[in-house]
């Protein structure tokens, strides 16, 4: 049935941290990596050392151009930044590509909240990637069936692996430590709580769709205003980027030199 | 959204045998067909709604498994777009050769076979409006488009084959305009529903929402991949409007004006094929453009 199960006991899911996400692409890689010989088919590429490489995907990396709102709401262009934005699938509580799927093929596990497709059923209409407003689910050309992130579920809870292996392919490859994966059900565990200290947040939440996975907002860099949270100390980088006084010696220094002109 | 040929066609050539088998249906249901004689009406409805049916699956990754869609009919609108259009077209092909060799069964049939074609065509809408990551389809006025539209095929089809009554070139008028006002309506909102109408936009995609301002820096990759072919499609929007002066020349004033002439010339079996044909030639423009014109919030990713 792809009707969606009653709140899972469970809902595991990822945390994925925009602080300090450096956009290095390694756990896309690692993902593909690892997806390509385990659940279901390899995801193929089309051309891939011609001139139009295409692929399948699971994950893929994103990169915006952030400038931050000052106390006034305003623009506050001193403070670009660039936030590296990994996505893939949010594992949603509403799961819309669960429920229009006509062959059952794309399920969402009661026991732990994942959504998976069943490859053998799937009959590669398409529609489960129309109603993901995340553009997490990508048909594979050669297989011709659908393909998402299965939060690793072959390494989860593979006891052939060792214990520190038995998380999702994108989370142990994280050279930064920007992706953490957990039970986000449970609000004990270190995930709830990163995302209780640090203001987690949904994507898209005026979509309905309850994603699991939250995203951590960057951190205010030091000496710049975070939004809304009336820091008082704000101080322009462009102030800083100004000549500084200096003082002592070399401060006599420069006044004696400037005095010669 | 990408404007497959298959989907395209299915759901104008589907739309317009349901209409016709409707039609059929109801003109049957009142005693004024008997499918004895007139099997071969039935079998021109049966043959556009069974070759519409095909072509969706040409469409799919592994069509071989076609069958297992009609599976989740509880929760899915293509399964039940798939269990109503089996179960309609087998209903009515069971009514029909019950006829022909002369089992005669109620005429209540038709009134059942009529509201099982409203509700296979109601379906088939539903598929595209159900999706609220696609501002511009998910409006009630969806499956009121594909309902006027199943009506005027039909009802032009219906003059082509049957045109046994008085007035029925004139109610084929009137179903001409019903089905274009709505579609005018359809049109109208649709310029308003824009990628950002549904509240979605950069930021909110991103989670930046009341954090910062935020725009595209660089995509994930430099090529093309299966989303962006899918849901970022834009090829041709740049020829939208006039894409819409054709399709309303051709789905509209042409046939409305062969109507007109099939009432006061000999021989208008041939007018109303030409009717039917330019009408069928408008809608898969009109299709066309359901399709390439509808922006799903995923481009937002893509900087859009």
Redesign the interface.
């Known amino acids: ?3 969606l199960p009653i709140e899972p006991p469970k809902k595991l899911g990822l945390v994925i941290d ?1 602080d300090i996400c450096v956009g290095c ?1 390694a756990c ?1 890689v690692n993902c593909k990596e690892w997806n390509t010989g385990g659940y279901g088919n390899a995801l193929s590429d089309q051309d891939p050392f011609g001139a ?6 699971l994950n ?10 000052d106390d006034a709401g305003q ?1 506050a262009p001193q403070d670009a930044r ?2 590296h ?1 990994p ?1 893939s699938c949010l594992h949603c509580d509403d799961a ?1 590509c669960v ?7 794309s399920y969402k596990r009661s026991e732990d909240g994942i959504v998976l497709v069943n490859e053998d ?7 489960c ?7 997490a689910r ?4 050669e ?4 393909k998402k992130c299965t939060l690793c579920v072959d390494r989860i809870y593979n006891e052939n692996l060792p214990e520190e292996d038995r998380q999702p392919a994108c989370v142990r490859s994280c050279p930064a430590n920007a992706r953490h994966f957990g039970d986000l059900a449970d609000p004990f565990s270190d995930v709830s709580k990163m995302v209780a200290l640090r203001g987690g ?8 769709n309850r994603p699991v996975n939250k ?1 951590l ?2 951190r205010p860099k030091s000496g710049t205003q975070a ?2 949270s009336g820091q008082s100390e704000h101080v322009s980088l462009l102030k800083m980027a100004e000549t500084p006084q200096a003082e002592g010696f070399v401060g006599w220094l420069d006044h004696a030199l400037s005095k010669l002109g | 959204m990408h404007p497959a040929k298959s989907v395209i066609f299915f759901t104008t050539i589907s739309g317009a045998g349901f209409g016709l088998i409707a039609l059929l249906a109801l003109t049957a249901g009142m005693g004024h067909i008997s499918w004895g004689k007139s099997w071969e009406l039935a079998a021109v409805g049966l043959a556009l709604a069974v070759s519409g049916l095909i072509s969706s699956t040409f469409h799919l990754g592994n069509p071989q498994r076609a069958w297992r869609a009609v599976t989740q009919w509880q929760s899915s609108w293509l399964s039940r777009e798939g269990v109503l259009a089996v179960f309609t077209c087998g209903l009515f092909g069971l009514w029909v050769v019950a006829g022909m060799v002369g089992y005669a069964l109620p005429d209540m049939l038709g009134y059942v076979v009529a509201g099982l074609c409203v509700l296979t065509v109601f379906a088939t809408a539903m598929i595209y409006a159900q999706l609220r990551p696609v501002p511009r389809w998910h409006t009630w006025l969806t499956p009121a488009i594909y309902l006027g539209f199943s009506l005027s095929s039909g009802m032009l089809l219906m003059v082509m084959l049957h045109p046994h009554y008085d007035g029925m070139a004139g109610g084929a008028l009137g179903c001409l305009a019903i089905a274009w006002a709505v579609k005018a309506l359809w049109w109208m909102r649709a310029a308003k529903a824009d990628v950002r109408s549904g509240g979605s936009d950069t930021a909110t995609a991103t989670g930046l929402a009341g954090y910062a301002d935020v725009r595209l820096f660089e995509k994930p990759h430099m090529t093309k991949n299966y989303l962006m072919k899918e849901m970022v499609f834009v090829v041709g929007r740049k020829h939208a409007n006039k894409l819409r002066m054709i399709a309303l020349l051709l789905g509209a004033a042409v046939p409305a004006s062969l109507l007109g002439l099939s009432l006061v010339i000999d021989g208008h079996v041939f007018v109303m094929v030409l009717a039917v044909a330019t009408h069928l030639a408008g809608l898969f423009v009109e299709r066309w453009l359901f399709f390439a014109e509808a922006e799903h919030v995923v481009s937002l990713y893509y900087g859009r």
């Open positions: 049935m792809t009707t925009l692409h896309a139009d490489p295409a692929g399948t995907w893929r990396i994103h990169s915006f151009e952030a400038v931050p709102f623009p660039i936030v934005f996505k819309p429920t229009v799927c006509p062959t059952g093929a059923a799937c009959i590669g209409c398409g529609l990637a129309w109603a993901c407003a995340y553009g990508e048909m594979d050309a297989a011709g069936v659908m947040v949904d994507l898209m939440p005026e979509q309905g995203y907002p960057p939004c809304g």
